[in-house]
C-alpha cells in the first residue's frame, strides 16, 4: 500500500540533454509541490554533474535514440521494474524512444497516469514501410498513454488529420512551446559590434544565420542554394551556421555555395544568444518541426526571422509581423524573402521588433512553466 505524502512524477527521456534543455524549469517548480524524478541514458554523462534542482533522484536507465530491439526489451523491463518499486503516480515522457518505452512500460505496471508529449513527428518525411512503421509506434504511445500533450496547436491539428490523436485525448498548454525562451538571456543588448567584429564582420554585412542541429530535415541544402543566389546579387551578403552536424552537411554546403570565405560555421554552443546578437536576420527553412525553440529564441532577441511554412512553425511567428513565411523546400520562395529584408533595414527591425513582443506576451519560460504547474494541479491536486 502506497504510503500518504507528496504524489510521485517521473520523467523519462532518452538523453540528458533533452531535459537538460527543456525540462529544467519545469523541475525547479514541479519539485515545490511533487517528488520529481527523472530517468535518462547517463552512459555518456556524470548523473553528478547534471543539475539536481527540483529533482528527487536522478536514475540512468540505457535508452537509445535508435532502434535496438534487444537492448529496448531491456530498457522496457528496467522502467517497468522501477515504476512498480516507486509507485509513481505520473509518468511523463519526451521524445519518441523514451515515450515508446516508458508507455508500456508504464501501462504495464498500472500507473494511473500516463503522459507523453510530441515534439515533433520523425516520420512526416519518410516514405513507404518506414513511415508507416514510425506511425505506427506513434500510434502506440498514444493508445498506451492516458493523457497526450503537444508542444504547438499546429502540429496537433496535424496529428488529429492523420489519426494519430483525437481532439478529446490531446491538448496545448498554453500558446505552445515546451519551454519558453528565458527572455533575460534571449534579449537585444547594446554589444553587437562587439560580437560581430569577434565573428569577423563589418558594419556594412547582412548577416544570415542558422541555429540547430544540421540536418537534411532542416532544409539547410535549400538554405545554401538561395544563399548562393543572394551573395551573387548582394556582397555583403554573409551566412553563419551553429549547431551540431549530425549529417556532415558543411562540405555539401560550402560546395553549393562555392565561395568558403562568405560563410561561418560555428559548430555546437551552450550560448546560442551569444551569437544571436550579431545577427540581422534567423532562417529556418525546416522540412518538419514540432514547434521550433529556436525561431522564438531569435525573435527575443529582436531578430526578423525566415521561416517555412511546414506544420509546427505555424503560431512560432506572425507573418509579416514578427518574421516572413516562405513556401517549404522551395528555393526561390526562401530566395525571394531573404532578398527582401536584405534591401529593406527598416522592415528587418521593425519585424524584429514585433518578435520580441510577440515573445514576451506568449512565450516566456515563466509562463510555459506556470502552464505545466497549473496542468499537474488540476490533474493531481
Request: aromatic letters at 10%; hydrophobic letters at 40%; one cysteine or more.
Amino acid at each position: 500500500m502506497k504510503q500518504r505524502g507528496r504524489k510521485k512524477i517521473a520523467f523519462v527521456v532518452a538523453a540528458p540533454m533533452t531535459a537538460k534543455a527543456f525540462l529544467l524549469n519545469h523541475f525547479s517548480e514541479l519539485g515545490k509541490h511533487y517528488e520529481v524524478y527523472l530517468f535518462a541514458n547517463f552512459e555518456n554523462e556524470s548523473i553528478d554533474t547534471f543539475p539536481q534542482i527540483g529533482l528527487k533522484d536522478i536514475i540512468h536507465i540505457p535508452i537509445y535514440r535508435k532502434i535496438a530491439f534487444f537492448k529496448d526489451i531491456r530498457a522496457l523491463f528496467l522502467l517497468a521494474r522501477k515504476f512498480k518499486k516507486y509507485e509513481f503516480d505520473v509518468v511523463h515522457s519526451v521524445t519518441p524512444k523514451a515515450g515508446l518505452l516508458a508507455m508500456l512500460a508504464a501501462k504495464l505496471v498500472r500507473v494511473e497516469h500516463r503522459i507523453h508529449i510530441f515534439t515533433g513527428q520523425v516520420w512526416y518525411t519518410k516514405k513507404g514501410l518506414l513511415k508507416r512503421l514510425l506511425r505506427f509506434l506513434d500510434r502506440l504511445i498514444v493508445h498506451a498513454a492516458t493523457q497526450i500533450l503537444v508542444d504547438s496547436h499546429s502540429q496537433r491539428e496535424y496529428l488529429i488529420s492523420q489519426n494519430i490523436v483525437s481532439p478529446s485525448n490531446s491538448q496545448v498548454l498554453g500558446k505552445g512551446s515546451i519551454s519558453g525562451v528565458n527572455t533575460e538571456i534571449f534579449s537585444p543588448r547594446f554589444n553587437r559590434s562587439q560580437e560581430r567584429t569577434a565573428l569577423g564582420y563589418n558594419v556594412n554585412d547582412v548577416i544570415y544565420c542558422y541555429l540547430g542541429r544540421l540536418n537534411v530535415d532542416k532544409g539547410l541544402l535549400e538554405l545554401a542554394k538561395a544563399f548562393k543566389k543572394l551573395n551573387a546579387a548582394n556582397h555583403n551578403a554573409k551566412l553563419l551556421i551553429i549547431g551540431y552536424d549530425e549529417d556532415q552537411l558543411m562540405l555539401k554546403i560550402e560546395k553549393i555555395v562555392g565561395n568558403k570565405s562568405v560563410i561561418q560555421y560555428v559548430g555546437p554552443t551552450s550560448h546560442p544568444e551569444k551569437y544571436l546578437q550579431a545577427v540581422d536576420v534567423f532562417c529556418l527553412p525546416s522540412h518538419r518541426e514540432g514547434f521550433g525553440t529556436s525561431v522564438i529564441e531569435a525573435s527575443a532577441c529582436g531578430i526578423p526571422v525566415i521561416c517555412s511554412d511546414t506544420y509546427g512553425l505555424k503560431g512560432t511567428i506572425l507573418n509579416d509581423k514578427t518574421g516572413l513565411y516562405h513556401i517549404k523546400g522551395d528555393i526561390d520562395s526562401l530566395y525571394d524573402k531573404m532578398q527582401q529584408l536584405h534591401t529593406d533595414k527598416e522592415k528587418r527591425e521593425r519585424l524584429g521588433d514585433g518578435g520580441r513582443e510577440f515573445v514576451l506576451k506568449n512565450f516566456t519560460s515563466k509562463n510555459i512553466t506556470n502552464e505545466w504547474v497549473l496542468f499537474y494541479r488540476k490533474l493531481l491536486g
